[in-house]
Structure formats: structure tokens, C-alpha cells
């Protein structure tokens, strides 16, 4: 069975740290995967995403130089370190994992394997 478990949301307040966790089981690691997040009415959009390696990243404009995407290639884990959070980064938070090869993109459609989503919430 193909699985993908996030961990690691929380409640912290703006300049605050989270790192969300994703456990991916039932597959290799030798596709592209992304975390994307979403907030009620609005379409999910691509945070990061990295290569089967881990060793290329990309990342959206909203959170370069705050965010960090990593891979525990032997352990097919997936991290998402977040800095410096802001309130607009409150959303629900997706891993995902693509189902084929190619150059890793921060496209929702490019993705066929989706966790259940952990909650972020940054206030004051």
C-alpha cells in the first residue's frame, strides 16, 4: 500500500520554527516530492520540492531563504524546515510524491501520491 504520513504541524507565533515530517512507505525514492499547502477557498500551492536525490531544491518566491526541504533518502522520509514563520504561511500542509520521471516541478498535477495534510497556524 502506497502511504504518505506528515507529522509536525502546530501553533507558533510569528518569527516562530516547525519542521513538518513526511514518512512515505509502499514506494522507492526515485521520484520528486513536494510539499504543498493550502487555506479554505484558495487553490494548493507548491512550497518545495526536491530531486529523487535530495540534492536539488526548488522553491516558491513566498518562502526562499525561510524554508528548507530536505530527503532521508534510506529512510524514505521527507522534512519541510520552516523559519521565521509569518501568519500568511497558516495553511494545511500536503507532502506528495510524483509517479514519474522527470525534472521536479511545483505543479499539483505532476503528483499522484498525497498525504493527509498537517496543520500550520502562525498567530500572535
Known amino acids: 500500500q502506497v502511504l504518505l504520513a506528515e507529522s509536525g504541524g502546530g501553533s507558533v507565533q510569528p518569527g516562530g520554527s516547525l519542521k513538518l515530517s513526511c514518512a512515505a512507505s509502499g514506494f522507492g525514492t526515485e521520484y520528486c516530492m513536494a510539499w504543498f499547502r493550502q487555506i479554505p477557498g484558495k487553490e494548493r500551492e507548491g512550497v518545495a520540492t526536491?530531486?529523487?536525490?535530495?540534492?536539488?531544491?526548488k522553491y516558491a518566491d513566498s518562502v526562499k531563504g525561510r524554508f528548507g526541504i530536505s530527503r532521508d533518502v534510506p529512510n524514505n522520509v521527507l522534512y519541510l524546515e520552516m523559519n521565521n514563520l509569518k501568519p500568511e504561511d497558516t495553511a494545511m500542509y500536503y507532502c506528495?510524491?510524483?509517479?514519474?520521471?522527470?525534472?521536479?516541478?511545483?505543479?499539483?498535477?505532476?503528483?499522484?501520491?498525497w498525504g493527509q495534510g498537517t496543520r500550520v497556524t502562525v498567530s500572535s
Open positions: 506528495a510524491s510524483d509517479y514519474t520521471y522527470r525534472t521536479c516541478r511545483l505543479r499539483p498535477d505532476d503528483y499522484a501520491v
Open positions: 526536491t530531486s529523487p536525490s535530495g540534492g536539488r531544491a
